[in-house]
């Protein structure tokens, strides 16, 4: 059974900075392109970024290019988003998301962290 | 960018009732198009994928169609666990990009 397990969210000051990570089970990362998908409260859903299975070059929403990394350890069976410069426009839960080997339609979702910026 | 416009942007129907919700992409997207259900304080759940193909598990009164820009997700009978919020989603190009929703509620 395929699980993601998000965590790392919280509260944090607008400029500051913060590291998701999704554990991943049931499957082998290193096959899989992965992405981030944001909710904003009471909001709709928005793609943060999505990368590759073999860790190839990276996609990001305008919204959050040159302030968020997406990134992978394959033999930790995670994947990371890095983010800084945080806006209070980047509050939202922050989904993992498992696509499939050959195109980028999300297959799973983690359950979500919550990320508040805020002063 | 490719924008996804979804229709209706809410609705209400009893139970029984059929729905048809719609997905229109701003130029073509081959069948590269997923639905998804959402329910309040839960992470989004797969119904359809490639356009058409129903995740495993995903009750048979869901169906999906269409190609090209125009697409449909059809609830033949619909259930109490079915009211929630539905989304779409083009993975033709990136920006992967989600129509903004539609909400179905319990008339």
């Known amino acids: 059974e395929v699980q993601l397990l998000d965590s790392g969210g919280g509260l944090v000051q607008p400029g500051g900075s913060l590291r998701l990570s999704c554990v991943a089970s049931?499957?082998?990362?290193?096959?899989?392109?992965m992405s981030w998908v944001r909710q904003a409260p009471g909001k709709g859903l928005e793609w943060v970024s999505s990368?590759?299975?073999?860790?190839?070059?990276?996609y990001y929403a305008d919204s959050v290019k040159g302030r968020f990394t997406i990134s992978r350890d394959n033999s930790r069976s995670t994947l990371y988003l890095q983010m800084s410069s945080l806006r209070v426009e980047d509050t939202a839960i922050y989904y993992c998301?498992?696509?499939?080997?050959?195109?980028?339609?999300?297959?799973?979702w983690g359950q979500g962290t919550l990320v508040t910026v805020s002063s | 960018d490719i924008q996804m416009t979804q229709s209706p942007s809410s609705l209400s129907a009893s139970v029984g009732d059929r729905v048809t919700i719609t997905c229109r992409a701003s130029?073509?997207?081959?069948?590269?198009l997923a639905w998804y259900q959402q329910k309040p304080g839960k992470a989004p759940k797969l119904l359809i994928y490639?356009?058409?193909t129903l995740q495993s598990g995903v009750p048979s009164r869901f169906s999906g169609s269409g190609s090209g820009t125009d697409f449909t997700l059809t609830i033949s009978s619909l259930q109490p666990e079915d009211f929630a919020t539905y989304y779409c989603?083009?993975?033709?190009?990136?920006?992967?990009?989600f129509g903004g929703g539609t909400k179905v509620d319990i008339k």
């Open positions: 130029q073509g997207i081959s069948t590269w």
């Open positions: 490639t356009a058409s």
């Open positions: 989603q083009q993975a033709n190009r990136f920006p992967l990009t």
């Open positions: 998301a498992k696509a499939h080997v050959s195109d980028w339609l999300v297959r799973d």
């Open positions: 049931g499957f082998t990362l290193s096959s899989y392109a």
């Open positions: 990368i590759t299975g073999g860790g190839g070059a990276p």
